[in-house]
């Protein structure tokens, strides 16, 4: 399947073009070039090259090429899930001028010819994600997620929705089954397992409301936390979206291919060589002592996601809707039950290396080495445009008579610490400027 073409002349891109505003596409070059060159002999085509197609991860110029490079490399690293497929959605590898890939794999693993892989999706402050997008609300008091029938303060409050909390997570799953055989994702029943003995750490901080999706299980002496695919409280729905389909990038309102059972649990039902990258977020954070995605990751030591071979198609059709409810937890609750489906630990010394220069050297060191000079550059601007928002902020504050200390606190108890900090700043700056001789 072909990547779907989005050059529609109102596509965003395009519209950034026009305005002369065009930003650096090191996802496309890549795409590009890795396309267009031989894995075996490194030679670049004018076409686009076919790929391994158990695999999709390696391209050859022909037969020869491949046959070679089988006998020789391939034919092991095809087997032992070596590399996952090929897509600028699920980059591993460092592109351009970065240091590090924009996807790095924390974790890899396979079980009967299904392969998974888990990748960090971070933003540029490595926050945690929030439920609900807090400028929203201050500018808007009945403001609306699609689809929601109404947020009140009271909900904000309830699910910490302004809170740094949420561990965003990109799973790749392929299937390389030899016997032809289709397998059958199940997205939303994954989870996330912690270490032995964290719960305290876990629970503090969260509401009661967070504390109930979260179940336990003990090996031996040891408590392990099992925290699901975050719910969002509104429509009921997990948090999560079927990204790409074997290659294609899936957008809202896109037609959803016939493999993709149900969209809003993730279930997806994969043919040889096919794959599904699945976006998820757990709520592993509290916005306070776990606000970042190194803390979070820090405290979890695997994935777990279930993946079935499905009914031949002549089964009857109750059965198949069984087999789709199948609910994966309910065993887990007892003790010794092991999590069920295939189990991806986490490589904490690849999480603790990725997260390395913000933790020694600030934000700052983190963008030069993960975007490069251009995503350093942009940063950048962005930062005075932020801060000169916050000065103009406070003014309005000020001229309105607002608590600014009070607002600022609320702020940090509702896990808006950029708002918080950026405000506190202006107000430090303006302090200082009064005091300052004229
Ligand atoms: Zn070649
Ligand atoms: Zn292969």
């Known amino acids: 399947m072909q990547a779907a073409d989005h050059t529609s002349p109102t596509s965003s891109w395009q519209r950034e073009w026009r305005r002369g505003q065009v930003r650096a596409r090191p996802r496309t070059r890549h795409k590009y070039a890795i396309k267009h060159q031989c894995s075996y002999c490194s030679k670049s085509s004018d076409s686009a090259l076919p790929c391994c197609p158990i695999c999709k991860s390696v391209r050859y110029c022909n037969k020869e090429c491949q046959k070679a490079d089988y ?14 497929p090929f897509t600028t959605d699920f980059l591993t590898v460092p592109i351009e001028n970065q240091k590090y890939p924009r996807n790095p794999i924390i974790g890899q693993d396979h079980e009967e010819g299904v392969g998974v892989w888990v990748s960090i999706r971070t933003s540029q402050n490595c926050e945690l994600q929030l439920l609900a997008n807090p400028k929203r609300f201050t500018k808007d008091s009945k403001a609306k997620l699609p ?31 030899k016997d032809g055989e289709k397998a059958l994702v199940f997205g939303a029943q994954s989870r996330v397992i912690s270490y032995g003995n964290t719960m305290d750490e876990l629970m503090r901080g969260k509401t009661s409301v967070l504390v109930e999706s ?14 699901p695919v975050a719910r969002d409280p509104w429509d009921k729905k997990p948090r999560l979206f079927i990204k790409n389909f074997n290659g294609t990038e899936l957008h809202a309102n896109d037609p959803l291919p016939p493999a993709v059972k149900n969209a809003d649990r993730g279930i997806v039902e994969l043919a040889q060589g096919e794959y599904v990258i699945l976006q998820m977020q757990y709520r592993v ?4 002592t776990i606000a970042k995605d190194m803390q979070a990751l820090h405290l979890l030591q695997a994935l777990t996601i279930p993946v079935v071979q499905p009914l031949p198609e002549s089964a009857p059709e109750e059965r198949l809707a069984h087999l789709l409810d199948i609910e994966f937890t309910r065993e887990q609750r007892q003790e010794d039950a092991d999590p069920l489906g295939i189990r991806v630990a986490f490589d904490q010394d690849v999480i603790q290396e990725y997260f390395r ?28 445009e932020m801060e000169r928002k916050g000065r103009a ?13 009070g607002l600022i606190a609320y702020m940090r108890s509702a896990g808006m610490n950029d708002e918080a900090f950026l405000l506190e700043n202006a107000l430090r700056d303006s302090e200082q400027r009064m005091l300052l001789p004229s």
């Not at 954070?285 to 306070?288: E, F, H, N």
């Not at 983190?366 to 962005?382: D, Q, T, V």
């Not at 902020?393 to 200390?405: C, D, F, M, R, Y």
Request: net charge negative; proline share 4%; aromatic share 8%.
């Open 147 to 177: 689809g929601d029938p109404g947020i009140t303060r009271e909900d904000l409050a309830k699910y910490k929705a302004h809170a740094s909390n949420l561990l965003t997570l990109q799973v790749l799953v392929q299937n390389r089954r």
């Open 71 to 84: 006998a020789a490399r391939h034919k092991q690293d095809c087997a032992e899930f070596a590399d996952p």
């Open 214 to 227: 979260v179940t336990d299980f003990k090996i031996e002496q040891d408590t392990y936390a099992v925290i």
């Open 393 to 405: 902020k406070l003014e309005e504050l000020i001229q309105a008579g607002g608590n600014v200390p």
């Open 285 to 288: 954070g509290d916005g306070v």
């Open 357 to 384: 220069d913000y933790v020694d050297h600030g934000e700052r060191a983190y963008i030069a080495s993960h975007y490069g000079p251009k995503g350093l550059e942009l940063w950048e601007m962005r930062v005075q």
